[in-house]
């Protein structure tokens, strides 16, 4: 049972145009949610984070959106870059599953220059 | 900040060995995690060790994977004997309390 999913698996957008990464859970007690970064052969890397406090956060190219009564988040990334394109995956954390993170399967995007 | 660092990167091994995968956590990190990664399955937690005590091993496959964290700046993760369908990249991460993980670049293993 996937607690946390990202039914997109992959994504094309053009450079300079905005990218929208999705992402929906089901355990009402995640209250802590992070977007990571991963190119090929390398780790993944934190990108942003969001309390369930708080329904936005913003980082430079980078925003996340809460929306906690779909149990839904959003990735935003304005203006897309070709360097923008890994794999990202969200991720949750809370309750039961303490300092634990459960990960997504991942998005593919692909900025096109 | 050295980040965290795995060894070795690639692993390859036949079927029935025992391979030992290697993690050295971020200095005054207090959480340690290994995660493996599969086309099927995605990123799913193993295990992870709160102050070098396993929390949740409830991800372990099965009897044949064990990890160990003897000290706060070493942890290991052992598969013997080793099969195919072990084939995957198995990542370390290490955090501070509830901050983000971070993340080492993986070991990748195939098993043959």
């Known amino acids: 049972d996937q607690q946390v999913k990202q039914n997109s698996p992959s994504l094309s957008v053009q450079e300079g145009r905005i990218s929208i990464l999705n992402c929906d859970y089901t355990?009402?007690?995640?209250?802590?949610f992070l977007w990571y970064k991963k190119y090929p052969a390398e780790g993944p890397t934190f990108l942003i984070s969001?309390?369930?406090?708080?329904d936005k956060n913003e980082d430079g190219r980078f925003t996340v959106f809460l929306n906690k009564s779909a149990k839904h988040l959003s990735l935003h990334i304005v203006p897309s870059q070709p360097g923008d394109s890994a794999v990202y995956f969200c991720?949750?954390?809370?309750?039961?599953?303490?300092?634990?993170?459960?990960f997504g399967p991942g998005t593919r995007l692909s900025v096109l220059p | 900040d050295a980040g965290v660092i795995q060894s070795p990167r690639h692993e390859v091994t036949e079927m029935g060995q025992e391979v030992t995968l290697r993690c050295k956590p971020i200095?005054?990190?207090?959480?340690l995690f290994w995660y493996r990664q599969t086309m099927m399955r995605g990123l799913e937690l193993l295990i992870y060790f709160n102050n070098n005590v396993p929390i949740d091993d409830s991800g372990m496959p099965e009897d044949r994977f064990s990890a160990k964290m003897p000290n706060a700046s070493f942890s290991t993760l052992k598969i013997q004997p080793s099969e195919p369908r072990d084939s995957a990249v198995y990542f370390c991460?290490?955090?501070?309390?509830?901050?983000?993980?971070?993340f080492g670049n993986g070991t990748r293993l195939t098993v043959t």
């Open positions: 969001i309390s369930s406090i708080k």
């Open positions: 355990n009402s007690m995640f209250d802590y």
């Open positions: 991460a290490s955090s501070l309390l509830r901050l983000p993980l971070h």
């Open positions: 200095s005054g990190h207090n959480s």
């Open positions: 991720a949750a954390s809370g309750g039961n599953y303490g300092q634990n993170f459960v």
